[in-house]
């Protein structure tokens, strides 16, 4: 038995098993380890990849299985979380309002189960990337739309920063990320960005070069020195800054062409 062409397949199994244990530990109201299985999980996304780039071993199957790996990690467990924090803004809202109603709590509390399930939209747009990833031979050395370990990594930031950084400069985060109507608003801008015809570009090194990889370099040094400064409050910033350098960037191309 060839034990090399399974390391890869291995590797994105336990980016799968990091996403299971990720949909338990958000169900279970613990969104910090679902966070932190989610960065884990990310790291074994890109090794996955990398590894089988290295042994030569790469094929249809380890592409199939990474897709359905992504899938669970970077597609349901976003939509749980989203879930999940929204459902704490909710109820936290109504019952730590000072104008809180108890008529207009019952009026609101009829529509709260269909307004629950908006996050998942991001769990069915995850789906819809992945399969147009699949087929568009456009995605081989980039992207179109916002990767969804990308969006996971976004959406998974906010508990980390509720629990351990809500207040940077004087301003408190926690306004933000317990307001209902910005959480629901975020989740389905980031569906759309999913499936957008948005280029990006993709962070795959042919070569070590400054001017081939001057871009993703200059991404790269950007976020080690957001993350440095401001730590889990960066994670949303660098995501949104990869956006902004894509746009740039495409802007740039099509200008010089």
């Given at each position: 038995?060839?034990?090399?062409?399974?390391?890869?397949?291995?590797?994105?199994?336990?980016?799968?098993?990091?996403?299971?244990?990720?949909?338990?530990?958000?169900?279970?109201?613990?969104?910090?380890?679902?966070?932190?299985?989610?960065?884990?999980?990310?790291?074994?996304?890109?090794?996955?990849?990398?590894?089988?780039?290295?042994?030569?071993v790469s094929g249809e199957l380890g592409k199939q299985l990474d897709s359905l790996a992504d899938m669970v990690t970077f597609g349901v467990v976003p939509g749980v979380v989203m879930f999940q924090l929204v459902g704490q803004a909710w109820w936290g809202m109504n019952i730590h309002d000072s104008t809180f109603d108890p008529e207009l709590n019952t009026h609101l509390t009829k529509y709260y189960p269909y307004i629950a399930f908006i996050p998942f939209?991001?769990?069915?747009?995850?789906?819809?990337?992945?399969?147009?990833?699949?087929?568009?031979?456009?995605?081989?050395?980039?992207?179109?739309?916002?990767?969804?370990?990308?969006?996971?990594?976004?959406?998974?930031?906010?508990?980390?920063?509720?629990?351990?950084?809500?207040?940077?400069f004087g301003f408190d985060f926690n306004t933000i990320i317990t307001n209902v109507h910005f959480l629901l608003g975020l989740s389905i801008l980031m569906s759309y960005l999913l499936v957008a015809e948005l280029p990006l570009f993709a962070l795959k090194f042919k070569n070590f070069g400054w001017a081939d990889n001057k871009l993703r370099f200059s991404f790269l040094i950007i976020s080690v020195l957001l993350l440095a400064l401001l730590q889990f409050i960066a994670i949303p910033f660098i995501i949104f800054l990869y956006i902004v350098l894509s746009v740039i960037n495409n802007m740039y191309t099509k200008n010089k062409i």
């Open positions: 038995m060839n034990i090399k062409k399974h390391i890869p397949n291995a590797i994105t199994c336990g980016n799968l098993f990091c996403g299971c244990l990720a949909i338990v530990s958000a169900f279970n109201g613990n969104l910090i380890a679902s966070a932190y299985l989610v960065g884990i999980a990310a790291v074994l996304d890109f090794f996955d990849g990398f590894a089988a780039r290295i042994l030569k939209l991001i769990t069915i747009f995850s789906a819809l990337r992945l399969a147009k990833f699949n087929i568009d031979t456009r995605q081989t050395t980039s992207f179109i739309g916002v990767p969804t370990p990308a969006n996971s990594i976004l959406i998974c930031s906010l508990p980390l920063i509720q629990a351990f950084q809500s207040t940077l």
